[in-house]
């Protein structure tokens, strides 16, 4: 006699988690850096960088919404 188990996500869903945490990490090392190697001086482009202000939210938020999407989707 089998058991079925009782997982709460299937495979698909645990793929599209995976997938948003990624994109989530990738966005938050898009975010990090801009240290300056003379504390003296402040390097205005190198921490207000469109890549900084920009494309690592983006990506942050695009991978908050992905996971959203995983827990919502239904199993087939």
């Known amino acids: 006699?089998?058991?079925k188990k009782n997982n709460i996500f299937e495979k698909d869903n645990l793929?599209?988690?995976?997938?948003g945490i990624i994109v989530i990490a990738l966005g938050a090392?898009?975010?990090?850096?801009g240290k300056s190697t003379d504390p003296?001086?402040?390097?205005?482009?190198?921490?207000y960088?469109?890549?900084r202000i920009t494309l690592?939210?983006?990506?942050i938020m695009a991978g908050l919404l992905?996971?959203?999407?995983?827990?919502?989707?239904?199993s087939k």
Do not use: C, H, Q
Request: net charge negative; glycine share 2%.
């Open 1 to 3: 006699m089998e058991m």
């Open 66 to 74: 992905i996971e959203v999407y995983a827990i919502m989707k239904k």
């Open 29 to 33: 090392i898009l975010m990090a850096g």
């Open 56 to 59: 690592a939210p983006l990506m």
């Open 49 to 51: 960088s469109t890549r």
């Open 15 to 19: 793929i599209w988690m995976l997938i």
């Open 40 to 47: 003296n001086v402040f390097d205005e482009s190198s921490v």
